[in-house]
Structure formats: structure tokens, C-alpha cells
């Protein structure tokens, strides 16, 4: 496939309260973004193991998102400042060792936030896309 | 110079006369080489044994989890804990703390003899210095160490230079808030060797990536990072769970690069840099340049160094509202 046509795979943990509902009304408002994510719905973003994130890439998925309430709405109250901490030493971690920046984002997405929804992974996209397939972490058998 | 070992004989003794200690963690010297290990005594009579030198270097704290294992309790028969005394330096202390704070055992139950530390010295460095010779003992000096090998030989190496790269950046030799201080002489609070993660996090990408994936290329899985850390201590770890199995097994080299990033990020606001994973890795792996990083990260991001203190707890189960989010993707206006 050319550049223009590949299309990432990219694996998004959304929060069940608040990004996947966002984007269920980027849905249902029939917003356009790029067909390249693939949903896991999850209670919280302070469900997500930081082993998720790495379980993806290396079963192939070309970058990793994952979304939750803003601060201070999470459903749980405090789940995604628990985990805020968690992605934040996570993240420059990956990064410390040499998965390219890109690859593994972190962001908030309300109910509301439709067009935020898209636009976001219209973005994520792009980055993944200039990056090109993930292979450094891909188990190859 | 003050004779630590004897001390430390002295005070074991006195605990155990008084009945304040049932188990105490402490060093004896080793059957080869000069090197001390690790030993449980369980008796004054036995505090004999007990030795200080400048080859302690196993972090004791390890031990701590498995002399506090029991199995359920029936309500009103439980079997009371021990009391379990260690001989710390400043890093098994820290660690102690870490582990008192995350519940692995009651701090009353604890008896901790601190020794004040001047550096442990580098197996490897020593090895090196001497081209591997057996080495038959040591006298640990102010500014030398003096060698005399198996055959014959006697050679004397600055200290400093034979010290682990850990103490050299240690910045809490003196253990505080200990039950007994030894008096002694503690290693000077010099740099904290965060100048380590820098040099490395300034390379290029696929610079860090090819030494991380060098380094890791070496692992044999064999785990001993993960059982020398005193806080790595789950009874069931996650490389080892088969439902789900995450990680694949063998040394494939994706798995034990994720083997490695999920231990080192399971150390998080609770590694004390002691480099024990280091120490004990047969391969020489620089776990140092990595597991660093876990470290610098929690105090530059929390402001959080685990230190002697009982009462703050560790970064990852708190939070403030305004911690730090400039790593959140923002969508830019469409």
C-alpha cells in the first residue's frame, strides 16, 4: 500500500462514561473521522494497565490511545487523576527507551465533545500515520 | 577505624537476651572469597556470626515480605507475627519503609539496627581490577581497599574507585529513624546521578531504542531483577499469569523487552536505586540506565524520593488537582 492509502490500526481504550459515549455522539452526529481505531471500552481510564498499552503494540497495533473523562468528572471521581499520574510516567518511559512520541496518547474526551472526538482521532491518526508501522515492539513469530 | 561488625555483634546479642527479636537479618561472611552474605539468626548465641564490611551489599529488605507470610488466620487463634530485627544500611531501609507503607508488615514488629554506610563495593569493578583472581580477603581502608588474593599476591585498590555506581550517587547513607544507630563513619552526599538519565534521554530516538533493545537482546529471563528487589514481592507476577498470559515466556526479544518496562514501571515511587536488579543479573544487563529513569521521573514529576518517612504516601496511589498534564493530546480547533 502507498503512503496516502495506509491506513493505521490503532487500538483506543475509551472511558465508558465519558470517551466512549463522545464518541458515540461523533457517531450519531455522523462527524467524519478515519475508519483506523479499534475500541476497548473500559470502566475507567484508571482501569487501564500500563501492560494494555504495551500488549497492543506487540500484537501488532500501530499506536495506542487512551481516553477518559476530564479532571475532576471522572464518573469515579478520582480514577483518571490516579491514572493521570500513571500515564504521565508511562509515557516517559516508552519514550526514555525508544518508542517513537506519537505512538502512545493520552487525552480527555467528555460525553459531550463530538467534535472534539473526531478531531482528536483525525489527529492521532495523522501522527501515527507519519510514523509509519509499528515494529519495534511487534511480535514477529 | 571503628569495627561495625563488632558492634552490630553486640547489639544482636542484647536484643536477643531481652527477648525483643524472634529472627534477625543481618550479614556473615562468606565460605569463598571476601564476600559477606546474607544470613537469618534466630538466636544470641548464634549473633556470633553476625559481620559488617565493605562487601554487604545485598539489599536485606528482600527478606522482609517472606518472614511475614502466614497462611489465613482462624479468627480469635491467630498466630502472632514475629519480631524480626535487620541490619540496615540507608537503601534496605528505604526499602523497609516502602514495604511498611504498602502493608507487607507492622512497623512494631520491626527491630531495625542501622549501620551508618561508606559504600559497598562493585563485585564487578573488583573483578576487573584484579583480571578475576581469587581473592582470599580484604581490608577495607579509609581511602584503600587492600586486596590479598588466593595466591599469594596482595594488591591495594582506591576505594573509590572499587565503589558501585548506587553509592556513588547515594544521597541517604545514614539510615534515620532506625530502633538502634550504630556510630560510624557515613559515605559524603555527593551527586544524585540523574546526569545519567539525561545523557542517555538526549540521544536520538532510534539511538535509545537500538541500546535498549542491545541491552535487553542479553536477557535470559531467568528473573533475578525481579527476586533481588525487595519491592517486587506479588505472589503472583504478571509474566508469569497464563490467563491471561500476557507475555510469551522464552527470551523472544519483544517479551523481555516488556518484561523489562513493566517491572521497571511497577517500580515506580518505590524504586530506591539501590541497584540490587543489577547486582544480580548474571548477564551484566545496565538495568541501571533504565530502572533510573523510573526514579527520576517520580521526583521530577512528584517531587517524591523514597526516603525514611512513614507517613507520605507512595506517588502513584495519590494525586493533587494540579498535577502535571502537558502529555495530554489536545485536538487542535477544526
Redesign the interface.
Given at each position: 500500500m502507498s503512503e496516502q492509502t495506509w491506513q493505521p490500526k490503532i487500538v483506543a481504550f475509551l472511558c465508558n462514561w465519558c470517551s466512549y459515549a463522545g464518541a458515540d455522539l461523533a457517531g450519531v452526529s455522523r462527524m467524519q473521522y478515519p475508519p483506523s481505531i479499534r475500541v476497548v471500552r473500559v470502566p475507567c481510564s484508571g482501569r487501564i494497565n500500563p501492560l494494555f498499552l504495551v500488549a497492543a503494540l506487540q500484537n501488532g497495533a500501530d499506536g495506542v490511545l487512551v481516553s477518559g473523562c476530564h479532571p475532576g468528572d471522572c464518573h469515579y471521581l478520582s480514577g483518571n487523576l490516579v491514572a493521570r499520574r500513571k500515564f504521565a510516567v508511562v509515557k516517559n518511559l516508552l519514550e526514555y527507551v525508544g518508542i517513537e512520541p506519537g505512538r502512545v496518547q493520552f487525552s480527555w474526551v467528555s460525553a459531550s465533545e463530538g467534535g472534539r472526538f473526531a478531531a482528536l482521532i483525525a489527529q492521532v491518526t495523522e501522527d501515527v500515520r507519519r510514523l509509519g508501522p509499528q515494529k519495534r515492539l511487534a511480535k514477529v513469530l | 577505624m571503628r569495627d561495625l561488625a563488632n558492634d552490630i555483634r553486640m547489639i544482636a546479642k542484647d536484643l536477643f537476651d531481652q527477648k525483643r527479636l524472634d529472627t534477625l537479618v543481618g550479614f556473615e561472611k562468606g565460605s569463598a572469597g571476601a564476600r559477606c552474605r546474607p544470613v537469618l539468626i534466630a538466636s544470641a548465641a548464634e549473633a556470633r556470626s553476625l559481620a559488617w564490611d565493605a562487601t554487604c551489599s545485598n539489599n536485606l529488605a528482600v527478606y522482609l515480605p517472606f518472614l511475614f507470610q502466614r497462611p489465613p488466620q482462624r479468627k480469635g487463634a491467630e498466630i502472632p507475627l514475629p519480631k524480626v530485627g535487620f541490619v540496615v544500611k540507608g537503601c534496605d531501609l528505604r526499602s523497609i519503609v516502602a514495604l511498611v507503607k504498602e502493608k507487607q508488615a507492622p512497623r512494631e514488629n520491626l527491630v531495625l539496627i542501622g549501620v551508618p554506610c561508606r559504600g559497598m563495593v562493585d563485585e564487578r569493578k573488583l573483578a576487573a581490577a584484579i583480571d578475576g583472581a581469587e581473592i582470599a580477603s580484604l581490608e577495607d581502608g579509609d581511602e584503600k581497599i587492600a586486596a590479598a588474593l588466593a595466591d599469594g599476591r596482595s594488591v591495594s585498590l582506591g576505594r573509590e574507585e572499587m565503589l558501585q555506581d548506587a553509592c556513588l550517587t547515594c544521597q541517604q547513607p545514614v539510615p534515620e529513624g532506625v530502633d538502634v544507630l550504630i556510630e560510624g563513619e557515613a559515605r559524603p552526599v555527593g551527586d544524585n546521578g540523574d546526569s545519567l538519565?539525561k545523557s542517555?534521554?538526549a540521544l536520538a530516538?532510534?539511538?535509545?531504542?537500538?541500546?535498549?533493545?542491545q541491552e535487553i537482546s542479553r536477557c535470559i529471563r531467568c528473573y533475578a531483577c525481579r527476586q533481588a528487589c525487595p519491592t517486587c514481592y506479588c505472589k503472583e507476577c504478571?509474566a508469569e499469569m497464563n490467563s491471561p498470559a500476557?507475555?510469551?515466556v522464552s527470551t523472544?526479544l519483544?517479551?523481555a523487552?516488556?518484561f523489562h518496562?513493566?517491572r521497571?514501571?511497577h517500580q515506580?515511587g518505590r524504586c530506591v536505586e539501590c541497584d540490587a536488579c543489577m547486582r544480580a543479573c548474571p548477564m551484566g544487563i545496565d538495568l541501571r540506565t533504565?530502572t533510573k529513569?523510573?526514579a527520576a521521573?517520580?521526583r521530577e514529576?512528584?517531587g517524591f524520593t523514597p526516603g525514611f518517612d512513614l507517613e507520605t504516601p507512595p506517588?502513584?496511589?495519590?494525586?493533587t488537582?494540579d498535577?502535571?498534564?502537558e502529555?495530554?493530546?489536545?485536538?487542535?480547533?477544526?
Open positions: - | 538519565v542517555f534521554a530516538v532510534s539511538e535509545r531504542w537500538m541500546r535498549f533493545q504478571f500476557w507475555i510469551g523472544e519483544t517479551d523487552m516488556i518496562l513493566i521497571i514501571f515506580a533504565f529513569k523510573i521521573d517520580v514529576l512528584f506517588p502513584l496511589v495519590t494525586f488537582e498535577d502535571s498534564q502529555f495530554i493530546t489536545e485536538p487542535h480547533k477544526t
